[in-house]
Antibody, heavy 118, light 113 residues
Framework: QVQLQESGPGLVKPSETLSLTCTISGGSISFYYWTWIRQPPGKGLEWIGYIYYSGTTNYNPSLKSRVTISVDTSKNQFSLKLSSVTAADTAVYYC????????????WGQGTLVTVSS | DIVMTQSPDSLAVSLGERATINCKSSQSVLSSSTNRNYLAWYQQKPGQPPKLLIYWASTRESGVPDRFSGSGSGTDFTLTISSLQAEDVAIYYCQQYYNLPLTFGGGTKVEIK
């Protein structure tokens, strides 16, 4: 059974770059799409962007200028970088999997809270 | 972007009674080529990630109890819990995957009356 686990700093300073990694276990990163989604405390879900295992990416236009998603197939991992963060970027960040013809998400990681504060 | 609007924001239902959640998309999510509605439903309990319940608007994910059902087409969709159980207390989200960017509804909180 595929499991996803997010990792990275829980506290980031304003104007710096948020960096998170999602590690996939119990399955291969190949032939799937891998996505980042965030949820500010007490609020709804926002799709950040996805990467195909081959490296093709697509980002939410609302974040596109600040987002980079990359993949390391040798480590069965993919990563998120979000630059120039502000307090508005404080959220639980989830990674999730989806398929080529159907971009609904399953499974999800447990999520990691990233707080932007000085 | 396709805007997903859920209603109500919250509802309280007695145990064993029916709960109905609505989701409306700002444009159709029905594909003419596949004849499928690109709409999913998730359940999120406190401190947990969302869990996929329904995809293609009405296909129940494996292991999801059959008291959960999805219906609708085009722009109007419904998630129904036929007989509410205590473990169904959660926030429910719809999501369209017809167009990028992928977008979610604002969520509906289901509580016990």
């Amino acid at each position: 059974q595929v499991q996803l686990q997010e990792s990275g700093p829980g506290l980031v300073k304003p104007s710096e770059t948020l960096s998170l990694t999602c590690t996939i276990s119990g399955g291969s990163i190949s032939f799937y799409y891998w996505t980042w989604i965030r949820q500010p405390p007490g609020k709804g879900l926002e799709w950040i962007g996805y990467i195909y295992y081959s490296g093709t990416t697509n980002y939410n236009p609302s974040l596109k200028s600040r987002v980079t998603i990359s993949v390391d197939t040798s480590k069965n991992q993919f990563s998120l970088k979000l630059s120039s963060v502000t307090a508005a970027d404080t959220a639980v960040y989830y990674c999730a999997r989806h398929e080529d013809y159907s971009h609904y998400f399953d499974p999800w990681g447990q999520g990691t809270l990233v707080t932007v504060s000085s | 972007d396709i805007v997903m609007t859920q209603s109500p924001d919250s509802l309280a239902v007695s145990l064993g009674e029916r709960a109905t959640i609505n989701c409306k998309s700002s444009q159709s999510v029905l594909s003419s080529s596949t004849n499928r509605n690109y709409l999913a439903w998730y359940q999120q309990k406190p401190g947990q990630p969302p869990k996929l319940l329904i995809y293609w608007a009405s296909t129940r994910e494996s292991g999801v109890p059959d008291r959960f059902s999805g219906s609708g087409s085009g722009t109007d969709f419904t998630l129904t819990i036929s007989s509410l159980q205590a473990e169904d207390v959660a926030i429910y989200y719809c999501q369209q995957y017809y167009n990028l960017p992928l977008t979610f509804g604002g969520g509906t909180k289901v509580e016990i009356k």
